[in-house]
């Protein structure tokens, strides 16, 4: 089965495919072998966008990317990054409320779990990180914050995320975290890219 590959601007091509599974391996394959002329990569939750130097490159490699086939997604290629946790949320006492839990039991099962970051998006360096347990899914907020600190940890669906910077945000926040998930005199600014292994370590102190 051919992939969807649409133009996008005269530099880049979109690739949609089923789920953000399948986009992360994609966007792994793509990164390995890149076609020629490839400048930029973005993976997104069903979608890989592909940036060309120039409106020729992006024209000849676009029968040749209908033609790729998905691969199976390895979780444990991934890099590992531990993210130091203090699990003092705003929003953690009513999260085990809703659950039926502990605030103990939420905070387990958070930091018990690895994650993969399946794809950046919403701000620069917003992690969206798969593997949060089944039993932990909510919604997000009915009534968004106007101001989420940069640091916090939170969590919305089946996602788990660290906010990079302030913003407002409707994800419901576990804790916090003093690493910086965004730097510009970093190269590559985010500090968790696609295809990462993510643990939280909870910090006592």
């Avoid at 913003?167 to 985010?190: I, K, N, V």
């Amino acid at each position: 089965m051919s992939l969807r590959v649409l133009a996008y601007g005269e530099r880049a091509l979109l690739i949609e495919v089923a789920d953000h599974h399948e986009a992360l391996a994609l966007y792994d394959d793509i990164r390995r072998e890149p076609p020629v002329g490839v400048v930029d990569l973005v993976s997104a939750a069903a979608s890989v966008l592909v940036v060309f130097a120039d409106e020729e490159s992006a024209q000849a490699a676009s029968s040749t990317l209908r033609t790729r086939s998905v691969p199976r997604v390895d979780r444990a290629v991934g890099d590992l990054v531990e993210v130091p946790a203090h699990y003092d949320g705003a929003d953690l006492g009513e999260v085990a409320e809703s659950l039926g839990m502990s605030v103990e039991e939420v905070v387990r099962r958070h930091e018990i779990a690895e994650y993969l970051v399946a794809f950046v998006g919403f701000a620069p360096g917003f992690a969206y990180l798969t593997g949060l347990d089944p039993a932990l899914h909510m919604p997000r907020r009915s009534v968004p914050r106007t101001r989420v600190p940069a640091g916090s940890i939170a969590m919305a669906g089946e996602y788990t995320a660290v906010y990079p910077r302030e913003s407002p945000g409707g994800w419901r926040l576990l804790g916090h975290t003093t690493l910086d998930m965004w730097d510009l005199d970093r190269e590559p600014p985010a500090l968790l890219q696609p295809g990462m292994r993510v643990r939280f370590r909870r910090v006592t102190r």
